[in-house]
């Protein structure tokens, strides 16, 4: 944007997107500390696995969190919205690497 638009304010930036969220046409979610990362609402309904040591993000399909979903529904009568949810933890990449240290 700042490239393209220097003139553009990033607050005008993120009260647009605040407004394209009420309108149902984004959806945003807490990926890091930082800003939301926001997704077109036309986008398959996901939740994100983030790595905290490589900061990588994977979208996941909302089915694998069906039996949490529905634990969390029935046993706590709490009704989950997916597509804001975001785990976090270690890829397997690092979570591997930080094993081999461990045993070394």
Same mark, same amino acid.
């Given at each position: ?5 220097? %003139?553009?304010? $990033? ?6 997107? =605040?407004? *394209? @969220? @009420? ?6 979610? &807490? ?11 036309? =986008?398959?309904? &996901?939740?994100?696995?983030? #790595?905290?040591? #490589? ?5 996941? =399909?909302?089915?694998? %969190?069906?039996? *949490?979903? $529905?634990? *969390?529904?029935?046993? &706590? +009568?709490?009704?989950?919205?997916? +597509? &804001? *949810? %975001?785990?976090? +933890?270690?890829?397997?990449? #690092? ?6 240290? @461990?045993?070394?």
């Amino acid at each position: 944007m700042r490239t393209q638009a220097s %003139a553009v304010n $990033a607050s005008t930036v993120y009260r647009t997107l =605040e407004v *394209l @969220e @009420e309108l149902g046409l984004v959806r945003h979610t &807490h990926l890091s500390d930082r800003a939301p990362t926001y997704h077109s609402a036309n =986008e398959p309904e &996901h939740f994100h696995l983030v #790595c905290r040591n #490589c900061q990588r993000v994977r979208s996941v =399909e909302p089915d694998v %969190a069906t039996a *949490l979903v $529905a634990t *969390l529904r029935d046993d &706590h +009568g709490f009704a989950v919205d997916p +597509g &804001h *949810l %975001a785990i976090f +933890g270690n890829c397997i990449n #690092c979570d591997s690497a930080d094993n081999q240290l @461990e045993s070394s």
